[in-house]
């Protein structure tokens, strides 16, 4: 790479480095992304589903070029939600809404729609991150771990790679902290033969019981089956203790393991427990603290997604991190290239990364300070009514 050219890396392949990438593409601005997963066909059975905004989400994509695809992905008629208590009792239905502006993709079809608008050569796929570190020069150097070579010359390193980014610690000291529950993901297959009861009950969308601190959620995938999510307050290493790991690794004991935390629950919710029939997946639930969001730019480095500010999930955490590879992007454009198009080799990336940060940081306070409240009703001990109350008006049991 030339001494003359800004050289961009950017960490891991999600949806906010391969939104940056994308736009970075359309300018004609060089990246390199380094991605832990092997191959584009090795990405994990796992994601769910997400809900993508038409005034944060949608606006990125349309920006990328690439919002005519997604509408031909997305599914509109998912945005069904249903809200139960421990008895089954529905205190909010919101049936389908024609024209919705928070279509549901599943988490791998973003993933394939936005892998498919970069070209391949600009990701070394197999390149798992040890570190990032600032060479003598000032320039950036990204470790591989494992063995590999570390790569140096970077002008800027944008840390896209999720909740244990190695670029972090360049920023802030600060790590996540465990909220003190972890999901545990399975699935109802088309082939179940409980699989239709699950399509009656939930529908297309989303179906969320929660009472005291627990939640069982089924969510409608594109391929017809169903992913149910259940909560259970475990200490943060028991998935990797002896009795964790021998039940993760043996279905049915994990089924029987939870089913007693939600005994006196309906049928009607259990049952997704009970007659479930994939394999399970820990899903500890962490968060950075809140004040991680005030940190000073750092020259060279800057984070985006859940890098820059994972939080319990709250139904707008993709939606953040596409944004912030858009406004991101936006910021590399204007002083990458000049108004007539042609580039400014010496563009300083460092004023970019000052001004998306600008814009970023508090944008995220805000919107993490909004729905903050919102989440911890979900899990309090008034759930699902004071949510349902505090959030929806008070429009309770009304479809």
Request: charge should be negative; proline fraction near 6%.
């Amino acid at each position: 790479m030339g001494a003359t050219v800004p050289a961009i890396a950017i960490l891991g392949a999600g949806p906010s480095g391969l939104l940056l990438a994308r736009i970075l593409t359309l300018n004609s601005i060089p990246y390199t992304i380094f991605e832990r997963d092997a191959s584009p066909t090795s990405i994990s059975q796992w994601g769910g589903t997400l809900d993508i905004h038409h005034d944060s989400g949608q606006v990125a994509l349309a920006e990328a070029g690439l919002l005519d695809e997604f509408k031909r992905v997305a599914r509109y008629d998912a945005q069904t939600t249903k809200i139960a208590d421990r008895h089954a009792n529905v205190v909010l239905d919101i049936g389908e809404v024609q024209g919705g502006k928070r279509p549901e993709i599943d988490r791998r079809d973003l993933r394939d729609l936005l892998l498919k608008s970069v070209p391949g050569e600009r990701i070394r796929w197999g390149s798992k991150v040890a570190k990032v570190e600032r060479e003598v020069d000032g320039t950036m150097a990204v470790l591989l771990a494992d063995g590999g070579k570390a790569v140096g010359g970077f002008k800027l390193v944008v840390g896209a790679d999720g909740a244990w980014s190695k670029a972090r610690n360049l920023v802030t000291p600060a790590k996540p902290l465990y909220a003190g529950n972890t999901f545990f993901t399975t699935s109802v297959s088309t082939s179940n033969p409980y699989h239709a009861a699950v399509a009656s009950l939930v529908g297309p969308g989303m179906y969320l019981v929660c009472d005291s601190g627990h939640q069982i959620i089924a969510q409608g995938l594109a391929d017809g089956s169903y992913q149910i999510n259940i909560s259970l307050p475990v200490t943060e290493g028991w998935m990797t203790s002896s009795t964790g790991a021998a039940l993760i690794a043996n279905p049915q004991a994990l089924r029987e393991f939870l089913l007693q935390f939600y005994a006196d629950w309906a049928p009607t919710a259990t049952n997704l427990i009970r007659k479930s029939d994939g394999a399970f997946r820990p899903w500890p639930l962490y968060a950075l603290p809140f004040e991680t969001l005030d940190w000073k730019t750092v020259p060279g480095l800057t984070l985006v997604g859940d890098a820059a500010h994972l939080e319990i999930p709250d139904g707008e955490g993709v939606n953040r991190a596409l944004t912030d590879g858009v406004s991101l992007a936006r910021r590399i454009v204007a002083h990458y290239c000049a108004p007539d198009g042609e580039d400014h080799r010496d563009g300083d990336l460092d004023a970019a990364v000052r001004e998306y940060e600008a814009e970023m940081l508090p944008r995220c306070r805000r919107d993490m300070e909004k729905n903050k409240t919102e989440v911890k009703l979900l899990w309090s001990p008034n759930a699902p009514k004071g949510f349902v109350e505090a959030v929806m008006g008070g429009h309770v049991g009304q479809e």
